[in-house]
């Protein structure tokens, strides 16, 4: 499903690399918490994994396809495959709840009749039933991030990739976020999340890769946040 | 790929960007306007060029008692030496035919060219023009064959090439269509340069729709594609308003004004303005795909 072989990733702005050397292995289905500090790498990571960089050496391998061989005009065709969601929502003001799911259909081309059969279901899966005509400023933030969930979802990806997706969420909502994407891997989607949100990852017991200054010190299936947490 | 998708992210850009777009439409219409207009003004030149070289002459004139040529020795021309001429320039290969005009045919010729100045007409006598050879050329390129020939001969007083003095004319009227062009082209690379800011505005403003569009896949094309037409659109509209601004000028200038007081020439037709319409159209949509392509390129990075 995924597989990084000796990764490193450099940026000219910084000494020190995002990622040194890292080898992580992720099978179909699992549900991974990648955690560490800020600047551990975990964004890079999963940049890396949307082809949305390219590592300084190594090989990513995700979805069977060996990214540095990847030709540019087939990446949109891989990020099909991938639906993300972000700490920031990232909807957009303008268009309704059904609207904002719908874009991520229609721009990949799909039939009229799909979007108007599919996006209902999801919104009906993430719990929006009938606010599908909502603003998002209308929303809670649960409720926007259950919206950037759905759309996230909604071309039944095989890997879904969360970057701290209850970062700006209470403890309460952010259960509820949690439980959702629970749902969605037991389905077969492969689940990545990066979080700082210990009590989940400790609630939850899952496999948990921590990164620390750009190495993976810690790759534990049911594991915790932290030893000292 | 939704055509109604693409057609409504179109609208919504030109209409976000409306101020932008409209000064894009009038530049280009500007720009195209001139591009057809010199365009017109070469096509105009052809038929000028057409219809006198086609009556270009070479006239041999012949020494009269005022002549002032050195080979005439200030005595009038006589018979043996008109007749050997006329013999002679017929004899000439590079010679179609050849008229001989009497003082008395040139003095009919001179009031009837000049009668709207009925007191230089009156001022002049049969006897004060020259008689002279008509010589029309297979080809008017010949036309320094003939006159190395006869310059010198007695008898002869100058030989003058037709040509040679509408050249000066056909010479301002390219300099006016090459003018045209440039400042056409000015204008173009204003136009062009306004489809870059454009872009830069317009992909800024939609940079949120165009993240998620990359994010969850969308291909290059249907992320460049409203951009790519929106410039293609406001090339065609000002394709368009060019090329009825050019027809009505054509009318308006041409058929209203040059027309009735220029008789000498004949005038490009609708058909000369049919043949340019395309020309300007296609360059403005063209030009527009290009500079947004390649603004995209840059402001857009997918």
């Known amino acids: 499903m995924i597989r990084l072989e000796n990764v490193s990733k450099s940026y000219p702005t910084s000494t020190r690399p995002a990622l040194d050397g890292v080898d992580v292995e992720i099978e179909k289905g699992e549900f991974v918490f990648l955690v560490g500090s800020s600047g551990s790498g975990k964004s890079t990571f999963l940049r890396l994994l949307l082809k949305e960089d390219t590592p300084s050496t190594g090989r990513v391998h995700v979805l069977g396809k060996d990214l540095a061989r990847l030709s540019p005009w087939k990446v949109p065709a891989l990020r099909r495959q991938i639906g993300c969601v972000f700490q920031d929502f990232r909807l957009l003001p303008n268009k309704t709840v059904t609207q904002n799911v719908a874009f991520a259909l229609e721009v990949i081309g799909k039939p009229r009749g799909t979007i108007e059969k599919v996006v209902p279901e999801v919104l009906q899966l993430v719990g929006l039933e009938g606010k599908g005509g909502r603003m998002p400023d209308e929303l809670s933030g649960g409720e926007q991030q259950r919206v950037a969930v759905a759309r996230a979802f909604v071309n039944r990806p095989m890997l879904l990739i969360a970057d701290e997706p209850t970062g700006n969420l209470d403890p309460t909502t952010s259960v509820g976020i949690m439980k959702l994407l629970d749902r969605i891997n037991r389905t077969g989607t492969t689940v990545v999340m990066a979080t700082h949100d210990a009590q989940i990852v400790d609630s939850m017991r899952r496999r948990v890769v921590e990164l620390s200054q750009g190495k993976v010190v810690r790759d534990q299936s049911r594991g915790v946040y932290g030893y000292g947490a | ?302």
């Open chain 2, 1 to 302: 790929m939704r055509a109604q998708f693409v057609l409504s992210e179109i609208w919504i850009g030109l209409r976000r960007n409306a101020t932008m777009t409209v000064a894009l439409i009038v530049v280009m219409t500007i720009s195209l306007l001139f591009l057809g207009g010199s365009l017109l003004v070469g096509k105009q030149v052809d038929h000028m060029k057409g219809y006198w070289y086609d009556k270009v002459e070479v006239t041999v004139y012949l020494c009269g008692e005022t002549s002032s040529a050195g080979n005439c020795g200030g005595k009038e021309v006589t018979n043996d030496q008109r007749q050997q001429i006329g013999k002679d320039l017929a004899a000439t290969p590079q010679v179609e035919r050849v008229f001989y005009e009497s003082k008395q045919q040139a003095y009919a010729r001179f009031k009837e060219q000049f009668k709207d100045s009925p007191d230089l007409v009156a001022n002049v006598t049969p006897d004060a023009l020259p008689e002279s050879y008509r010589v029309k050329l297979h080809d008017p390129k010949q036309f320094d064959v003939v006159a190395s020939a006869f310059q010198d001969r007695p008898g002869v007083d100058t030989v003058q090439d037709l040509k040679k003095l509408l050249e000066p004319v056909f010479k301002v009227l390219d300099g006016v269509s090459f003018g045209v062009l440039l400042f056409s082209g000015i204008m173009l690379f204003a136009a062009i340069l306004l489809i870059a800011i454009m872009i830069r505005v317009s992909t800024f403003s939609r940079r949120r729709e165009i993240g998620i569009m990359r994010l969850v896949g969308a291909s290059n094309l249907y992320i460049q594609l409203p951009f790519l037409l929106e410039g293609a659109i406001a090339g065609l509209v000002g394709g368009v308003l060019a090329s009825g601004f050019l027809a009505v000028s054509k009318w308006f200038i041409v058929d209203q004004r040059l027309r009735q007081y220029i008789k000498f020439t004949t005038f490009i037709g609708w058909g000369d303005v049919f043949a340019v319409i395309p020309v300007m159209v296609l360059t403005g949509v063209l030009i527009s795909l290009v500079a947004s392509y390649l603004s995209l390129l840059r402001y857009l990075r997918v």
